[in-house]
């Protein structure tokens, strides 16, 4: 065998098993072995006398999952057809936006993405609505529904 072929063969081997490896890391840490599962838990936020009679609360609320306290916020909305709940996550770049009465709306600060009462977007750079949550009613409480890790 000639010193050519040997280092034409060398290189190939090296370069397969190179791949080789590089595939199984891959595999081992890019694939996820186990996924936490996303559920979506109820949270109470207010009484049912709160509830706006018409208009736009914002509800400020602490919850307990996994032995950690956490925060969140959600907007409460009755636009005379029905109450919902809003998330005040833009779904431009995650920022978080406030309700504006005079504008009608939401106005997100970052980078001027506008939504309507009902989450549409109006104008700017969001391209979807502002995500509706589950909301009910029992036992004379609000509960706003989120999705956690189980």
Known sequence: M???IFLVRFI???FAVLAIVWAGVLVLFAYPW???????????VLDEESLPRRGVLK???TY??????????AYIVNNGEGVYALSPVCTHLGCLVKYNRH??????PC????????GNVVAGPPPMSLPKLPL??????VFVGMRVFS
């Not at 504008?103 to 997100?108: H, M």
């Not at 009910?136 to 409480?141: F, L, M, Q, T």
């Open 2 to 4: 000639s010193r050519r």
């Open 34 to 44: 186990r996924v936490a599962e996303k559920r979506v838990r109820f949270f109470d």
């Open 136 to 141: 009910k009613i029992e036992n004379e409480r």
């Open 12 to 14: 190939k081997g090296f």
């Open 59 to 61: 509800v400020d609320f």
């Open 64 to 73: 307990e999952h996994a032995g950690e306290t956490s925060s969140a916020i």
């Open 103 to 108: 504008a009608g709306g939401f106005l997100c």
């Open 111 to 118: 980078h001027g993405g506008k939504y309507d009462i009902q």
